[in-house]
Structures are given as C-alpha cells and as structure tokens.
C-alpha cells in the first residue's frame, strides 16, 4: 500500500481504491454551497470494462468511494484497508469475482513498496 495515500509504490497500479477514498466531495466549494452536496456516483470507464470484468473492479473501488460520503473526507487508510479487504473477502464469499486490493506480499509488508 505504501505509507501514505498519495505517495508513490510499487503497487501504484493497484491503489486505484485510493483514488476513489482520498476524494474530497466539497473541495472547492464555498462553505455556502457544501450543504448543497446529497450525494456523489462512482463512475467506470467502460472502454476498458464490461460484463467479464465489472464485478472484479467495480464493487470495492465503490465501496471505498461509497465510505467518503458516508464519514467524510480524510480517513484512515490503514483502517480502511483492512476494511476493504474483509469487505472483499465476504464478496468472493458469496461468489462475486472482486479482485484482491493490493498484493498479498505487500499486504504483509505494508511500508516496504515505498519508493
């Protein structure tokens, strides 16, 4: 995972989750119009997705998505991984494909991807 979320790693092609957890749904706005925010939508490009692939890349990227509108922007992403990972260990449970949040080696060396 690397130490920090917006630092680099070896795994940085599997942090897309960290995209969708460090957003900031009322960044740039004025205090006046961040009440105005109900709500957001996880988005997928479907140029690189469709029926074969849509549950192993879409399902925990949303849920950590899901999470920042749920507590707020600027939560812990060492909690929130563990998080995911059992979330994701349920949904190969019931027979959903998502695929693994990071590495298993680096899951068990949490600082030793950072470059």
């Known amino acids: ?19 969708a957890y460090t957003f900031d749904p009322l960044a740039n706005l004025i205090s ?4 105005l925010v109900l ?18 890349i879409v399902w925990l990227r949303a849920a950590a998505f ?4 749920w507590t707020g922007p600027g939560g812990n992403d060492s909690a929130a991984l ?4 059992e979330l994701g260990y349920r949904f190969r ?5 998502a695929i693994p949040l990071q590495p298993k080696w680096c899951a068990l060396r949490p600082f030793a991807c950072d470059l």
Do not use: Y
């Open 1 to 19: 995972m690397g130490n920090s979320l917006t630092g680099k790693s070896w795994c940085e092609p599997c942090k897309i989750w960290k995209n």
């Open 32 to 35: 006046a119009q961040a009440p």
């Open 39 to 56: 709500g957001g939508q996880q988005l997928l490009w479907t140029k690189q997705s469709g029926p074969q692939n849509l549950d192993s």
């Open 66 to 69: 899901t999470e920042v509108f």
């Open 82 to 85: 563990r998080w995911l990972h």
């Open 93 to 97: 449970q019931r027979g959903v494909c």
